[in-house]
């Protein structure tokens, strides 16, 4: 594979957009199609990757590094300190989330016809937004990871004010807001590390925190406390991301303010973000700090996990349901991680997998289900079963993928979680189970209540044309991975032993 | 054969697929698909049965999930308990399929049922084959998933949409027991392999603590299948599915899935006194719990519910009283006698329009065939001389007593009085005295389900032959190179209580509802309380209702005010706050050059200081 090959990959959407803003905005058509197409170098190419590794292609070829940026030029520094590279690598897990976000890129780009005005700036932004999520999984260094982070924030922004619903300039600026200011507490955390070491690569840091020697010969030793400081501080900024509660009220109103096509993205992998900063950089820089806290993050997890799902329960809008849901289900990624075992680390992530692709999923049907109905309000919907069977079909094996039945993702993740969860803190884990009656009682109410029942609303059409796209590939990856979930499993192994390693064994 | 055993479970998966993508142009003859591929499972299954018969235990595994560096596997194995499950399970299969042809004839959704009825088919015999309690508890939540969709089957209508989500969700508070239970003994165990655990068990590697907790937790797992109490309610509401469904997988299958489970698992409750002795009062208190119940109903499908976690409460007994073949025996010919009595009952309401047993009657002659099948049935389950329920039920009550559970042999003696009290209540109610009907064109259903019904009417006779007083045929078979006892061996008195405490139930339903010789009103006029509790199930819904159900409706609305009224009004406090500083901060820049000094002065004091306290390193 060529040197360049993760840059073509993170920026090969640009082409589209370059592409797309040649074409006038009348033609929608085009533009539709363009803004799917644009999504398939990417997909192609992470798929590509993603296939050569499972045959044994040792993946750290692929890192890519380019001098970039140097701050100062102090006689009694080394060469390559206070530099900024601009620097690529990705491992097992940055590799699936990057596989994760090409997959969802295309399927919400097809999800997008609903999309009513101005497809023109919908799609660039939507692709630039790709660029963003993609290059975060990809920085090796804080910098460049910021930078793509922040490469996100607007255009979701723009996304949800223009596109979305009723209220949707609210919930945009609720969204900037609560990001903006978790981007800062990271900034200053980035700040702070990069001024103390001279260096924002994540691997030196890391070598650096943790080794006691090179601890001894950095710029200006890191204390305790203060670490015990940057640490929470990277809780709060990635905290806002996943969301742990009580941060989480912006994405409530994004999930239901945003147009589904970009709410798949939403749930589907900004979310993840933050769980990947929590592995990536809180776990990874300081390991010491996270094991102290791990039996807290275990407690967070488990009040995300019940709180959603006791709140999810009383939602009447399917579109809050599937929110609160969200929060529920972030949760079992705190729960695994803070469980500090290869079970609980494993089930994390692959909570942020599966979880991109069943929120996906759903997601997809409300879209659906909104262009036919024009209403998500509960007790509006009923009887879709008979009118929609085959959109019904699938919303109810959404439901089932969420709340964990065997042979979807969704079950192989909560399954070890809580084998993690139960080696490190089997009373949590105990109350934490409630929330998995509770997951099948809210979901169950909700699905039931719109395909089940006397119908409602008639004269609406089945699935057809492209919507069978999204529909079958997002279950398909749904089932893949829980009926074999060592295809997911065998990639993240390095990763995971890495990380276990990090802790000490 | 053995070697591709897992082929059994994949036919009515094909089945499901097959009538998922192209059912809607195959219309009937869907139902050709069905039966054709768990036609071909059965025989595999009997193929498989008999090479086990003289073969030893086959095991197969493959990786599939790793963690660390624990291999999890999926496989199947062949066992002398599993090979008479896969039989007994694609068999009733087979003929509910065949009966389905004539029963759903007509309906709008006839290739969906047929594919759903293929999906728990798969998952049901997946289980049988599961070599480990992982795959055991996968494919058990596969099986709540088809019998959830059969319940649901008639989704717009409102009780079928409860009673489909209520099943699902108490099997579920059941699973999260067996879930816990399975992870803990995992932990210790380091697998999940049930030749792992029973090694672990016998090296005793794994704590008594250990053993009796995730025995009782994977119980509650089979108390939520099984419809045990308290987990018991679902199960009469599930009757709202069609009629086939509630024969194969609300009286059969799924709901002896429960009892399989703990027969699996038997030497971890072997293991445990404490968790024997749960299972035993448990299966022994629902088993006349529901008895009691049924007494009462009025609704032939409910009655037949209740009878059916009664029964299931016996096999329950019998475990834990160390009665393994008695459970087991009892599971096989209860399938047997309970599907032939939901098929002929389906077949009843399928003649009259109603499953009201007040608005039947007059039956015998109408009905040639369903009526000695009904018979037939009611006469097994009400243990009469010979029938296969005799001897299981015979079984049962040896082993309570041999165990020296005299309590629950006393209860399970009055349990089998009330059995064979309520059947033939039944019986009567429906075949007997004048018709009560409104339907006037009253005729017999098509042979297409009459035949299953004829095989099953054959089997609940002849089944209990494999093991009698006289030759423990089966029990051998299946406690070869075992410690378990192959019979019950007990004072032969047992059987003749037996009996006759089954002839009084007949005799006495005789003179109330066939003879009319003691006024019906007769009994529940003089205990109107314990009538009304019986007709009212003991009120254990409306307790739910009232307790678990208020709570988690208070916990949510608590949330609900917490997310709306703190978090938010701490994030708009904050927001407000930080405007307050803002308007303070404009405020200061009012040009003055004094001004600007006093904050530049305060401000750098106060960095001195900071510098001061921390000298300047964090």
């Not at chain 1, 009656?437 to 029942?453: K, S």
Request: charged share 10%; aromatic share 14%; with cysteine.
């Amino acid at each position: 594979m060529q040197p360049y090959f993760l840059s073509l990959l993170i920026f090969s959407p640009l082409l589209g957009i370059l592409v797309l803003s040649l074409i006038s905005k009348e033609q929608e058509k085009a533009i539709k199609w363009l803004g799917v197409l644009a999504t398939l170098p990417s997909l192609c190419l992470s798929l590509f990757a993603f296939w050569q590794y499972q045959n044994g292609y040792d993946i750290s070829q692929l890192t890519e590094k380019r001098s970039w940026i140097r701050f100062g030029d102090f006689p009694f520094l080394r060469e390559t300190d206070f530099t900024v590279a601009y620097e690529l690598h990705v491992d097992g897990f940055a590799l699936v989330m990057i596989v994760l976000t090409t997959i969802l890129a295309t399927l919400a780009a097809l999800a997008s016809v609903s999309i009513q005005k101005e497809w023109k700036g919908y799609f660039q932004l939507f692709l630039l937004l790709e660029i963003g999520m993609l290059g975060v999984f990809a920085a090796s260094n804080l910098v460049l990871f910021f930078i793509f982070l922040e490469l996100t924030l607007i255009p979701m922004f723009f996304l949800i004010g223009k596109w979305g619903y009723f209220e949707k300039e609210k919930a945009a600026y609720s969204y900037l807001i609560y990001n903006g200011l978790g981007s800062a507490v990271l900034l200053i955390v980035i700040a702070i590390l990069f001024a103390r070491t001279g260096t924002a690569n994540i691997a030196e840091l890391r070598h650096i925190l943790t080794d006691p020697i090179a601890q001894m010969q950095t710029i200006s030793p890191i204390s305790d406390d203060l670490r015990y400081g940057l640490f929470i501080a990277l809780l709060v900024a990635f905290g806002v991301k996943l969301p742990i509660v009580p941060l989480h009220r912006w994405m409530l109103r994004v999930h239901v303010q945003a147009p589904p096509s970009v709410v798949m993205l939403h749930a589907g992998v900004l979310l993840k973000i933050g769980a990947f900063g929590l592995v990536r950089i809180a776990l990874g820089l300081f390991p010491g700090q996270f094991q102290q806290f791990s039996t807290w993050l275990i407690v967070l997890g488990v009040v995300n996990l019940l709180y959603g799902a006791f709140l999810a329960f009383r939602q009447t809008d399917f579109k809050m349901v599937l929110a609160y849901s969200s929060v529920s289900h972030m949760g079992i990624v705190l729960i695994g991680l803070g469980s500090l075992n290869e079970a609980g680390m494993q089930g994390a992530i692959f909570q942020a997998v599966s979880h991109g692709f069943i929120a996906a999923f759903l997601f997809f049907f409300v879209g659906v289900m909104y262009e036919r109905t024009r209403t998500t309000t509960l007790a509006r919907l009923g009887g879709m079963a008979k009118t929609m069977p085959y959109a019904s079909g699938f919303i109810l094996a959404g439901a089932m993928a969420s709340l964990g039945l065997p042979g979807t993702s969704g079950f192989i993740s909560e399954f070890m979680a809580f084998v993690g969860a139960f080696r490190a803190e089997p009373w949590l884990a105990a109350i934490g189970t409630l929330g998995i009656i509770m997951t099948a009682v809210y979901l169950l109410r909700a699905v039931l209540r719109i395909t089940f029942g006397q119908t409602t609303v008639t004269n609406v059409h089945d699935l057809r044309g492209i919507e069978w796209v999204p529909a079958i590939s997002l279950l398909l990856f749904i089932v893949i991975i829980g009926v074999y979930p060592n295809v997911l499993a065998m990639p993240l192994q390095t990763t995971i032993e890495t990380m276990m390693n990090g802790l000490g064994g | 054969m053995m070697e591709n055993a897992w082929l059994i479970p994949l036919f009515p998966f094909v089945s499901f697929v097959v009538l998922l993508v192209v059912g809607k142009q195959l219309k009937e003859r869907s139902a050709y698909v069905g039966m054709l591929l768990t036609f071909i499972s059965l025989i595999y299954a009997l193929g498989v049965l008999y090479e086990r018969w003289t073969a030893p235990t086959y095991k197969q595994a493959y990786t599939w999930l790793t963690i660390g560096n624990v291999q999890l596997t999926v496989g199947f194995e062949v066992n002398a308990l599993n090979a008479l499950m896969l039989v007994v399970v694609s068999l009733v299969s087979f003929l509910v399929h065949t009966y389905a042809k004539g029963y759903m004839h007509g309906d709008e959704r006839f290739p969906v049922f047929y594919a759903y009825l293929g999906l728990f088919t798969f998952a049901m015999l997946g289980l049988v084959i599961s070599p480990n309690l992982l795959q055991t508890y996968m494919f058990w939540e596969l099986v709540g998933l088809g019998s959830f969709l059969l319940i649901g089957f008639y989704f717009y209508k409102e009780e079928a949409k409860a009673a489909a989500k209520k099943a699902f969700i108490m099997t579920r508070i059941g699973d999260v027991g067996l879930l816990i239970g399975m992870i803990l003994l995992f932990l210790e165990v380091g697998s999940f392999e049930y030749e792992a655990i029973f090694a672990a068990l016998q090296n005793g590697n794994i704590s008594t603590t250990i053993i009796t907790l995730s025995a009782i937790l994977i119980f509650v797992g089979a108390v939520g299948k099984s419809g045990q109490f308290p987990l018991h309610t679902w199960l009469p509401d599930a009757m709202e599915g069609p009629t086939p469904v509630s024969a194969l997988i609300h009286a059969a299958t799924m709901v002896a899935a429960g009892v399989y489970l703990v027969a699996t698992l038997f030497p971890l409750y072997e293991a445990s006194e404490t968790a024997m002795m749960t299972v035993a009062y448990v299966g022994g208190f629902t088993a006349i719990f529901a008895a009691s119940i049924g007494l009462v109903q009025t609704d032939i499908k409910r009655v037949l519910a209740y009878s059916t976690v009664s029964q299931l409460g016996y096999m329950m007994l019998a475990l834990g009283s160390a009665g393994y073949v008695a459970g087991i025996f009892h599971l096989m010919t209860h399938a047997f006698f309970k599907a032939l009595l939901f098929l002929a009952a389906g077949s009843v309401i399928h003649a009259v329009h109603t499953q009201n047993i007040e608005q039947m009657g007059g039956l015998w002659k109408k009905m040639k065939w369903t009526a000695p099948l009904f018979l037939i049935g009611t006469l097994a389950i009400s243990g009469f001389p010979l029938f296969s329920g005799f001897f299981s039920k015979d079984e049962i009550l040896l082993a309570a007593w041999t165990h020296g559970h005299v309590g629950l042999f006393i209860v399970a003696v009055i349990a089998a009085f009330f059995t064979a009290f309520y059947m033939f209540r039944l019986f009567f109610l429906v075949f007997a005295g004048e018709a009560r009907t409104n339907v006037h064109d009253v005729h017999e259903s098509p042979m297409v389900m009459v035949l299953p019904m004829i095989v099953l009417g054959v089997l609940a006779v002849v089944s209990g032959y494999v093991q009698t007083p006289w030759g423990a045929f089966l029990g051998e078979w299946l406690t070869e190179g075992t410690n378990w006892h192959a019979h019950a061996e007990g004072p032969s008195w047992i059987m003749i209580v037996a009996t006759i405490v089954s002839l009084c139930g007949i005799a006495l339903a005789w003179l109330i509802y066939g003879k009319q010789a003691i006024a019906r009103d007769w009994l529940s006029s003089r205990f109107p309380m314990t009538y009304n509790v019986l007709m009212n199930k003991y009120y254990v819904d409306e307790f739910y209702g009232l307790t678990v159900m208020r709570a988690t409706a208070f916990i949510s609305l608590l949330f609900e005010y917490i997310d709306r009224f703190l978090v938010e009004g701490i994030a708009r406090s904050l927001a407000a706050a930080t405007r307050g500083i803002g308007r303070i901060g404009s405020r200061l820049q009012n040009g003055q050059v004094q001004m600007y000094g006093t904050v530049t002065i305060v401000a750098l004091a106060i960095l001195v200081v900071i510098f001061a306290v921390t000298g300047g390193y964090l």
